[in-house]
Antibody, heavy 119, light 111 residues
């Protein structure tokens, strides 16, 4: 069965960077896009960007351009999302979600990684 | 790209039907049959309930159905059950620059 297992919770200081991992299993990693979505406490879902694990091509929401980088290591079926210049407003749960169908809509989701930004 | 508009809350009694709306624009919901719906229980990851406007993934109850008219998509849950109480989010394809946009979420209360 499809599984996405994310790395553990992180606490970072303002201005630092965080890198969240998402290890995929149960399917061919390079065959489906990976989306990243975040959710601040008590708030809604916010799409951050996507990556094609086969080509490495990426696309980022305008809000995060210049601060987010999505990469992958195909040898270990793992995707990464790095967010830099962290501020308190970046405190949120970050999810990876495998794309589905031809369009890549978020289908299977990881369990989420809480990133807390605090001085 | 602005978020899609959903009602903040809806409620219904067990056995009843409810509908959650999701209003976008001609640049997202109105242009593509790529609306999906997610159920999220507290402290859990979202779960896909509907994709491509009206298709149900394997394992999702047929009590859940989706539709779209113009710039507004809808999720209908029939025969409400206590376990349906959760937050629901719509999501639409929004073009090649910002691929996906979410709604603000709707809290469903089963009375």
């Amino acid at each position: 069965q499809v599984q996405l297992v994310q790395s553990g919770a992180e606490v970072k200081k303002p201005g630092a960077s965080v890198k969240v991992s998402c290890k995929a299993s149960g399917y061919t990693f390079t065959s489906y896009d990976i989306n990243w979505v975040r959710q601040a406490t008590g708030q809604g879902l916010e799409w951050m960007g996507w990556m094609n694990p086969n080509s490495g091509n990426t696309g980022y929401a305008q809000k995060f351009q210049g601060r987010v980088t999505m990469t992958r290591n195909t040898s270990i079926s793992t995707a990464y999302m790095e967010l830099s210049s962290l501020r308190s407003e970046d405190t949120a749960v970050y999810y990876c979600a495998r794309g589905g169908g031809y369009s890549g809509y978020p289908h299977y989701w990881g369990q989420g990684t809480l990133v807390t930004v605090s001085s | 790209q602005s978020a899609l508009t959903q009602p903040a809350s809806v409620s219904g009694s067990p056995g009843q039907s409810i509908t959650i709306s999701c209003t976008g624009t001609s640049s997202d919901v109105g242009s593509y049959n790529l609306v999906s719906w997610y159920q999220q229980h507290p402290g859990k990851a979202p779960k896909l309930m509907i994709y491509e406007v009206s298709k149900r993934p394997s394992g999702v109850s047929n009590r859940f159905s989706g539709s779209k008219s113009g710039n507004t998509a809808s999720l209908t849950i029939s025969g409400l059950q206590a376990e349906d109480e959760a937050d629901y989010y719509c999501c639409s394809y929004a073009g090649s620059s910002t691929l996906w946009v979410f709604g603000g979420g709707t809290k469903l209360t089963v009375l």
